[in-house]
């Protein structure tokens, strides 16, 4: 099972602790812990659908957690935030900014599984890539894969967290199940998620994948592979 990535920016020491010992509790295997301090600290990692969730202190040093929030939300709409609180003053920020939980501290054990909960009936409802590999059944969340790549009678799926996922059959079997308006085929033998391409490499006819993979583009594809990516950043800007 994938990690369920979470990130804790809370400027208490004790605090911070504390709940990295609640989440250790409540979720004991397939867990990954990022702690921050400060909110221009989580920003300066922040990466687009890094994090399954993300709690906020709200009154922090330097940028508050409501500022932080409206920083995330501007790269990342989707991305589950729950605010941690001495006070509910700010319950309308929270609304605001679709935050799924308002905890007050303490932070009770009770109070953070339900946020837990939350995140994975929101995981379990992501559009997903299901393939069977030998006797397994495997569900890929679509948003995850960056690539997909041929290999003889071999087809790699690329995940955003580095996994790679190895099995028999062709790209163009995939094509139907992926979201046309999110991948895009390069070449015959690749098929590139883009929401994780970085840029375009005019002098390389590459694809500059977030991961720093270049993907070749068919030169007489050039112009319109390049237009369409155009497109998806406009379409993107203009959602946000």
Request: hydrophobic share 40%; proline share 4%.
């Amino acid at each position: 099972m994938e990690n369920l990535r979470i990130a804790v920016c809370e400027d208490c020491a004790d605090d911070q602790k504390k709940l990295g010992e609640i989440l250790r509790e409540l979720q004991r295997e397939n867990l990954a812990l990022s702690f921050f301090s400060r909110g221009e600290d989580l920003l300066r990692s922040f990466t687009p659908r890094g994090y399954d969730l993300i709690f906020l202190d709200i009154y922090m040093a330097g940028m508050t957690g409501v500022a932080t929030c409206e920083k995330i939300r501007e790269r990342d709409p989707d991305v589950p935030v729950a605010f941690i609180t001495t006070s509910r003053d700010h319950a309308l920020d929270g609304y605001r900014l679709s935050a799924i939980g308002y905890i007050e501290k303490p932070c009770k054990p009770d109070d953070i599984a339900k946020i837990l909960k939350i995140v994975e009936k929101i995981r379990a409802n992501r559009p997903a890539l299901v393939i069977q590999k030998r006797n397994e059944i495997l569900r890929i969340p679509i948003d995850d894969i960056e690539y997909l790549e041929q290999k003889l009678h071999q087809v790699m799926i690329v995940c955003r967290d580095g996994r790679t996922v190895i099995l028999y059959g062709k790209i163009a079997d995939l094509l139907p199940k992926l979201d046309a308006r999110m991948f895009c085929q390069p070449l015959k033998s690749f098929c590139v998620n883009l929401e994780y391409v970085c840029s375009i490499n005019r002098d390389l006819r590459s694809f500059i994948m977030q991961n720093g993979t270049a993907i070749p583009i068919r030169r007489e594809d050039f112009a319109r592979i390049k237009r369409t990516y155009e497109q998806y950043i406009f379409r993107k800007v203009r959602e946000l």
